[in-house]
């Protein structure tokens, strides 16, 4: 008889179960029918209340979830289903989270890379709340568990190629959309590119096109001033302790130093080959010997903050320099961590147009200049916590002790 139930739907089974338990039948037969009947009405309780536990967590967190996506076309020329309003966005690899900071967008930001909880950089400075998201892993790598566990409806991410793209949506099932870094020296178009990406992605176009505004303004502005000084009264200057993976000693460079290039001043090392290329991007760094430096001579030095710590003087060859003898050497503030930071390019800039160019930046007040860049860039003014972190931006160094 309880055979004869199997495929019949709920109502006919507890029919049949109160006629034959209320009917004539061998007394054992009903107790052992009574027993399966309350395992099978628990087990139903318990099904039904899981499934009601899951749907209800599945329309109240992840409501958006079940919104359409819209497609979208990243900078790797992928074609992504994204969703229409992003609300909890992970910034994977170097600068991506940088430039959400940009756009004002820290607010869809649900984790981060474990390095970003502690970098002395002006975006942090600027938004601390994002130091206390919860990590996605250890250093600059994601933990695969852990980025799954964020639950994001969006990653954005630098310096992936298309295949790795693809295999890291594969394995999240998360939309991945691909964006292009950029730099400052011969590729600004493809900065302001991400950016406007960006703001269309985030729903932040108008503060894209501010940051953009206010970027293109200020690169115009550096050049006008400085372009029109002649080849014979630009000064002969080096860029040591340039930060590549690490901190360096002076014997660090990059050719294409950018904040030289933006006051058009002449780059010692600037016929120097890059050295390494990622992500189709030329990243300018060099090692070179202290014979080249010597033979260089540069009439100023400059050096990042992040190796203005270590002493200089404690290699006697230094001291051969014109820039060292005349006390000539000066610190800038750091901005090659986790790739390129564009906002202290341009403050750098101001404070060596200031120093080299007096006459063409007598106007200008650098340390005001920081902060207006900052405050525009950021949307905080972080000049006191940079200061306080590396010192004063263009600092002397003392080269006698």
């Known amino acids: 008889m309880i055979n004869s139930w199997k495929g019949t739907d709920v109502k006919v089974f507890w029919a049949k179960a109160l006629r034959f338990l209320t009917g004539p039948s061998d007394p054992s037969l009903k107790g052992r029918v009574i027993e399966m009947l309350q395992i099978s009405y628990k087990r139903i309780c318990i099904a039904t209340l899981l499934l009601s536990i899951t749907l209800w967590s599945c329309s109240s967190s992840h409501h958006k979830a079940s919104e359409p996506g819209i497609p979208f076309t990243d900078m790797l020329g992928r074609e992504v289903v994204v969703p229409a309003n992003p609300q909890k966005v992970v910034a994977l690899n170097a600068g991506t989270l940088r430039l959400i900071t940009w756009l004002d967008a820290t607010d869809l930001i649900c984790a981060v890379e474990g390095n970003e909880s502690q970098r002395a950089v002006p975006y942090l400075y600027a938004h601390p709340e994002l130091r206390e998201k919860p990590l996605i892993g250890s250093g600059n790598l994601y933990d695969m568990e852990l980025l799954t566990a964020a639950a994001p409806d969006l990653i954005i991410t630098t310096y992936l190629t ?16 691909a964006i292009v870094y ?4 011969d590729d600004t178009a493809t900065v302001f590119k991400t950016l406007h990406l960006l703001g269309a992605l985030l729903h932040r176009t108008q503060r894209a096109e501010e940051v953009t505004a206010f970027i293109r303004h200020t690169l115009k502005d550096l050049n006008h001033r400085t372009v029109s000084v002649s080849a014979e009264l630009r000064p002969q200057v080096y860029a040591g302790g ?5 901190s360096h000693g002076i014997t660090s460079t990059e050719p294409r130093f950018p904040a030289f290039r933006l006051v058009n001043v002449n780059n010692v090392a600037q016929e120097l080959p890059p050295v390494w290329r990622a992500g189709g991007q030329t990243i300018q760094n060099a090692f070179i010997d202290k014979e080249q430096l010597i033979l260089w001579n540069p009439q100023y030095i400059f050096v990042d903050a992040s190796a203005a710590t270590l002493k200089l003087t404690d290699e006697p060859w230094i001291k ?5 003898k005349q006390q000539k050497v000066y610190s800038l503030w750091p901005y090659n961590w986790y ?3 564009y906002s202290t390019i341009l403050v750098n800039s101001y404070y060596i147009g200031k120093l ?3 006459e063409q930046f007598a106007d200008v007040d650098p340390e005001q200049k920081a902060r207006e860049i900052y405050k525009t860039i950021l949307g905080a003014d972080v000049v006191d916590e940079m200061q306080n972190k590396f010192g004063a931006c263009c600092q002397q160094i003392n080269m006698e002790s």
């Open 356 to 358: 080299l160019y007096p």
């Open 182 to 185: 950029g730099n400052f020296d």
């Open 320 to 324: 051969i320099l014109d820039a060292v």
């Open 162 to 177: 298309r295949a790795e793209a693809e295999e890291l949506q594969s394995r999240t099932r998360v939309p991945v959309v």
């Open 242 to 246: 340039i930060a590549w993976r690490g």
């Open 339 to 341: 790739t390129t930071n």
